[in-house]
């Protein structure tokens, strides 16, 4: 999962709700919540709690997919291969700080999850 619509998505589909009564309930347009939905856009605070509201998806999760979404459009954007963002990580320390045991990663099969797991560790904020 990249982004919170994905999961937004999963749930409208299970519970058979359309996404124009969704984004009337959201006080929002269709077309802002298909935005949402299509992980096009990012999602505010305000907008998490009335999603927490409606749902009772817990505002952790949604924060933790939009950090996601943010972060594999940053490397994207940046790189064009999972190589290229490997040696941008690891140039950072990546390596060098989880060998010496300074940095624990939550997946370290996951790229883009690793970026965030350095990323908070080096206080570099792209948020």
């Known amino acids: 999962m990249l982004g ?3 999961l937004l998505k999963d749930y409208l589909d ?9 984004s009337d309930r959201l006080n929002i347009s269709e077309n802002e919540l298909n935005n949402i939905l299509n992980n096009s856009v990012g999602i505010d ?3 998490m709690n009335t999603i927490n509201r409606l749902t009772n998806i817990e505002i952790k999760l949604i924060k933790f997919a939009e950090k996601q979404r ?3 459009k940053h490397l994207s954007n940046r790189f064009n291969n999972k190589r290229k963002i490997k ?14 045991g ?3 990663l939550k ?4 790229d883009i999850q690793n970026a965030i797991d350095l990323f908070e560790y080096l206080n570099i904020d792209i948020y």
């Open 107 to 110: 997946d370290s099969t996951n």
């Open 102 to 104: 300074k940095l624990e």
């Open 14 to 22: 299970y519970y058979n709700i359309s996404t124009k009564e969704f």
């Open 70 to 72: 943010i972060m594999y």
């Open 45 to 47: 605070e305000k907008l």
């Open 4 to 6: 919170f619509g994905s």
């Open 87 to 100: 040696k941008y990580l690891n140039s950072l320390g990546l390596k060098r700080l989880v060998k010496e």
